[in-house]
């Protein structure tokens, strides 16, 4: 059963970079095609997909934050990262790792078979 574990820096400063990474453990099946996507969900407000890296090394970004966002994957260490730079306090958030396996752009809990717990990272100086 495969698992997934977010970690990375729980507070940030404004205008600075947030790292964050995605552990994979299990097996998944030497010939499985799954989407890994981040997403996110501010305080009291809904799940937001941020994008999303295929098994192909395709990446996909929601337009309001392209210009932001950068994932990409370490297969060496089965994780997939995210980078989100210019940080503001709008972006504190909990931060979700999550796994599909056809092409997702909600942040809908069942559009996706597993979910990391979440990490939380407020942005503050």
């Known amino acids: 059963q495969v698992q997934l574990q977010e970690s990375g820096p729980g507070l940030v400063k404004p205008s600075q970079t947030l790292f964050l990474a995605c552990t994979v453990s299990g097996a998944s099946g030497p010939t499985a095609f799954y989407y890994w996507a981040w997403i996110r969900q501010p305080p009291g407000k809904g799940l937001e997909w941020m994008g999303a890296?295929?098994?192909?090394?395709?990446?996909y970004y929601s337009p309001s934050l392209k210009s932001r966002t950068s994932i990409s994957r370490d297969t060496s260490k089965n994780q997939f990262t995210l980078q989100l730079s210019s940080l503001t306090p709008e972006d504190a958030a909990v931060y979700y790792c999550a796994r599909s396996n056809t092409f997702k752009i909600t942040g809908w809990r069942r559009e996706y078979d597993t979910w990391g717990q979440g990490t939380q990272v407020t942005v503050s100086s």
């Open positions: 890296i295929a098994s192909s090394g395709s990446t």
